[in-house]
């Protein structure tokens, strides 16, 4: 019997040590697979690769500003004559046309010119009578030349007078007898309205509207005076606004405002950029960015949406083939818009993930 035993006993011995290597090998081959992560197919579509270069470092330098209108472009209108308004055919923010109908205005001042301007006829009608009469009779010879000649002469300065209210009635572009339109006098958009039907136009009206054709923008940057060192005239900046915080516009410094403004407590600067699609709306508030740049400091920059941020660290995703990726803490130097300056193991023209660093940050952390 005990040598029945003993060939049982050495089977179930091997069978446990084939067991054991079998296992061994799977676990082995369990944890080469959960040490490196490899991306997938749709992860390779939309993931971005970036180089790491050496830049200079350039910072920037975010100040506040309101957009404002042109006001070497603005038109502000205010009658010349007295009145109340009958029509008005324009509201604030309409764009107009040279030459446009804004409004109509009964004027006694209106009323009293074409009144002349009757007169003014009769009295010509009366000379060119007497004119002719005087002529036959200096042909009988009844009276002298002079008295003719005065004649003609009092019939000229009628016609002349006859001109000047024509002149006058044209310039406050009168029709009828008693009223006189307001045409736009540029192309542009309605940015002030103070007028309205019924209302009274004195000589102490303030404007009746103004007109802005808003293809150039002013934007007034607060300049503070810890600030005013880097600020000069010339330098280039970049505008975005609240409303369009995507689009940016480029633009430079053009005028340096030598005031503090005692209510804000800032010196202005100006920008002047062209408003083609007029996003620019006067009054939005924006942020005006300005480059730094550090003379002779060169770093590692890469694109911020590279750059991850856990537990009050900063990481990039190095990228050295398709299951060779792994995550390398950094030191941030300087940042701007587009970059950022940081100091690491990275070597020049490694390779880094741009878009989805955060998603591939998490597999890894939990691998």
């Known amino acids: 019997m005990k040598f029945q035993v003993f060939p049982i006993v050495i089977t179930i011995f091997l069978i446990c040590c084939s067991g054991c290597v079998s296992n061994h090998e799977q676990q082995k081959t369990q944890t080469d697979e959960a040490e490196f992560f490899c991306l997938n197919e749709q992860m390779k579509r939309t993931t971005d690769l970036v180089e790491v270069n050496v830049r200079p470092i350039v910072e920037q330098l975010s100040l506040s500003g309101k957009i404002a209108y042109n006001e070497n472009d603005l038109v502000s209108f205010r009658s010349l004559l007295m009145g109340v308004v009958e029509k008005v055919r324009f509201e604030l923010g309409d764009q107009v046309k040279k030459g446009q ?35 036959t009779l200096l042909k009988d010879g009844m009276i002298s030349e002079p008295e003719m000649l005065k004649v003609e002469h009092d019939l000229e300065l009628a016609r002349i007078e006859l001109s000047r209210i024509d002149q006058s009635l044209e310039l406050y572009h009168a029709i009828g007898e008693s009223i006189f339109q ?39 940057v607060n300049v503070y005076a810890s600030n005013l060192k880097y600020i000069a005239t010339g330098n280039q900046v970049k505008v975005r606004t609240i409303a369009y915080p995507d689009q940016i516009y480029n633009g430079k410094i053009d005028k340096i405002y030598n005031v503090f403004d005692a209510d804000e407590h800032v010196m202005k600067a100006r920008v002047i950029l062209e ?23 060169m770093a590692l920059a890469v694109p911020n949406k590279s750059l991850v941020f856990s537990n009050n660290e900063n990481f990039i995703i190095v990228y050295s083939g398709e299951c060779k990726i ?15 300056y940081i100091s690491g193991k990275l070597q020049p023209n490694q390779k880094v993930i741009g878009s989805n660093a955060l998603l591939i940050f998490e597999q890894l952390r939990n691998k």
């Open 101 to 135: 109908v804004l409004a109509e205005i009964k004027s006694t001042e209106i009323q009293a010119l074409f009144q002349q301007k009757k007169s003014q006829n009769n009295q010509i009608l009366l000379l060119e009578r007497l004119l002719h009469t005087q002529k």
């Open 326 to 340: 792994e995550c390398q803490k950094v030191e941030i130097l300087a940042k701007n818009e587009e970059f950022t």
């Open 182 to 220: 307001v045409l736009a006098p540029k192309d542009g958009y309605i940015i002030q309205k103070d007028i309205s039907p019924g209302q009274i136009i004195t000589q102490d009206s303030e404007s009746l509207f103004t007109i802005s054709n808003l293809k150039e923008v002013w934007v007034m």
């Open 275 to 297: 408003n083609r699609n007029l996003n620019l709306m006067p009054g939005l508030s924006a942020d005006i960015l300005f480059e730094i740049e550090r003379k002779n400091e």
